[in-house]
Nanobody, 124 residues
Framework: VQLQASGGGLVQAGGSLRLSCAAS????????MGWFRQAPRKEREFVAA????????LYSDSVKGRFTISRDNAKNGVYLQMNSLKPEDTAVYYC??????????????????WGQGTQVTVSS
C-alpha cells in the first residue's frame, strides 16, 4: 500500500489550500483515513480523520470550522480543504490509513500506512 500526499505550498495567512491523498494497492472500504501534521521541533499531531464504515469525521479543536476532510472516491483517498489558514498551521502534513475500522482515529498508533508528507507554509 502506498499513500501519496500532494497539494502543499506557500500561502498567505487567511488563504486556502487543498491537500490530496491518493492510496494505491488497497481499497479502504472498512477503515478510515486521516491527516496529521508535524511542525519543526514538535510532535506529530492529529488534524482530521474520516471513517469509511461509519461515515463520520473528526477534527482537532485547532482546525475545527476551518478545515474539511472529504473522500476522493476516484483516487481511493481523501482531501483536506484548509481555509482561513494561520501561520501556526505551518507544518509537514501527512496522510495515513487504517483498515480495521478503528474508533480512535485521532491516535497515530491506529494507522497502518503513512504517506511521505507535504509541506504547508503560511506566511503572516
Amino acid at each position: 500500500v502506498q499513500l501519496q500526499a500532494s497539494g502543499g505550498g506557500l500561502v498567505q495567512a487567511g488563504g486556502s489550500l487543498r491537500l490530496s491523498c491518493a492510496a494505491s494497492g488497497r481499497t479502504f472500504s472498512s477503515g478510515g483515513m486521516g491527516w496529521f501534521r508535524q511542525a519543526p521541533r514538535k510532535e506529530r499531531e492529529f488534524v482530521a480523520a474520516m471513517s469509511w464504515s461509519r461515515g463520520t469525521t473528526l477534527y482537532s479543536d485547532s482546525v475545527k470550522g476551518r478545515f474539511t476532510i472529504s473522500r476522493d472516491n476516484a483516487k481511493n483517498g481523501v482531501y483536506l480543504q484548509m481555509n482561513s489558514l494561520k501561520p501556526e498551521d505551518t507544518a509537514v502534513y501527512y496522510c495515513a490509513a487504517e483498515y480495521s475500522g478503528s474508533y480512535f482515529l485521532a491516535a497515530r498508533y491506529e494507522y497502518d500506512y503513512w504517506g511521505q508528507g507535504t509541506q504547508v507554509t503560511v506566511s503572516s
